[in-house]
């Protein structure tokens, strides 16, 4: 399950920052959800939950899992088996994301930030072009 947060979530992200669900590690916490004040929400093709309050949640199964380089990380590879996207997010009367309705929240050096506004896009894009000023 891959569940992706906007902006917003910022600090129930960070409350989650030094947990971990084994109970022989420290900062151990049972009920994460409970924790950083998210609602668990049924997934319909795997185990793993869904955030609720995560606009754009992943139905996924790990493909492949292996050390990086390092050996410190894991790298995991996921087929997605189905998409979740809030309404907000998409494009009325399609299932695509609209980009300038979603923003997701980003990691950048220990610092959380939303995105700034559209610069362009690419010609493979299938969203419908919107005036540019």
């Known amino acids: ?13 960070e409350r989650l920052g030094d947990t971990t669900g084994r109970p022989d590690a420290a900062h151990f916490v049972r009920d994460k959800f409970a924790h950083a004040g998210l609602t668990a929400q049924p997934a319909e093709l795997v185990a793993p939950p869904r955030v609720a309050e995560c606009p754009l949640q992943l139905e996924a199964r790990v493909a492949d899992l292996r050390a990086d380089a390092t050996g410190e990380f894991l790298v995991a590879e996921a087929h997605v088996l189905r998409v979740h996207a809030a ?47």
């Open 1 to 13: 399950m891959i569940n992706v947060p906007g902006p917003q979530l910022w600090r129930q992200v």
């Open 87 to 133: 309404e907000s997010i998409t494009v009325a009367g399609t299932d695509y994301v609209e980009p300038a309705a979603w923003s997701p929240l980003v990691y950048n050096f220990r610092h959380y930030f939303g995105l700034g506004p559209e610069l362009g896009h690419s010609s493979r894009s299938r969203t419908p072009r919107r005036p540019t000023t």
